[in-house]
């Protein structure tokens, strides 16, 4: 293969994760008075960190989100991915294959540690991602779609970013990765392939991924 080093994103291309959390994050949202139906949520905050949603919502309506706002969303959520959560069909095929040709990879997310790791453990994705292959944007000052994740990614690896390819699902990690010098593979699974034309090469499905995994 062409690369040293495949980093997947995590919501959304390991785990399907995206409806449950943004279905939440859109009620709560409105819930606290900043009405937000599922598909600004998609739009506005997929792909993101935590901090964006607070910045957003600060630059729109000059008003802050509660201190615990995060601790109460991320309850929510682990809750519902006890209840919901599977893997990204196809997705441990193309892990399978990864690790049969010998190949590097790891995840790096804009979700916490915590949140990834619960997401694999619900999903059973755990026994593919030891501690040293999840890296998250609490480990980084700024997180998609500075560049700096992918960056840290790698050079925790070991890899240079230009042989290192990035599988994305959002416009803001399509973003982060052609900024950190990557190549990246846009998931149109859920997003419309219009919002991923930056990337490099564009997939519909995991067993398509595999396919170009040669």
């Not at 935590?50 to 309850?75: C, I, W």
């Not at 990557?182 to 998931?187: A, K, L, P, S």
């Not at 699974?189 to 067993?207: D, E, H, I, Y």
Request: hydrophobic letters at 40%.
């Amino acid at each position: 293969m062409r690369y040293d080093l495949v980093i997947f994103d995590n919501d959304g291309v390991l785990v399907d994760s995206e409806p449950i959390s943004n279905r939440l994050l859109a009620a709560y949202l409105t819930e606290l008075g900043h009405p937000t139906s599922y598909e600004d949520s998609i739009r506005d905050y997929m792909g993101s960190a935590m901090h964006r949603v607070h910045d957003l919502v600060l630059e729109r309506t000059g008003r802050r989100l509660p201190d615990d706002f995060d601790d109460v969303f991320h309850a929510r959520v682990f809750a519902a991915f006890e209840r919901e959560l599977k893997p990204v069909a196809g997705v441990t095929g193309v892990l399978e294959k990864l690790t049969a040709d010998g190949v590097p990879y790891c995840v790096a997310s804009s979700g916490s540690h915590e949140r990834i790791r619960v997401g694999h453990r619900t999903t059973g994705l755990d026994r593919w991602f030891e501690e040293e292959r999840i890296f998250s944007s609490q480990d980084v000052g700024r997180g998609k779609p500075a560049p700096d994740l992918f960056l840290y990614a790698a050079g925790r690896m070991g890899v240079e970013p230009e042989r290192c390819l990035v599988v994305e699902d959002s416009p803001l990690g399509v973003e982060a990765a052609v900024a950190a010098g990557m190549d990246v593979f846009g998931f149109t699974g859920m997003t419309p392939a219009t919002r991923l034309a930056a990337a490099t090469q564009l997939f519909s499905t995991m067993g398509e991924l595999a396919d170009l995994l040669i």
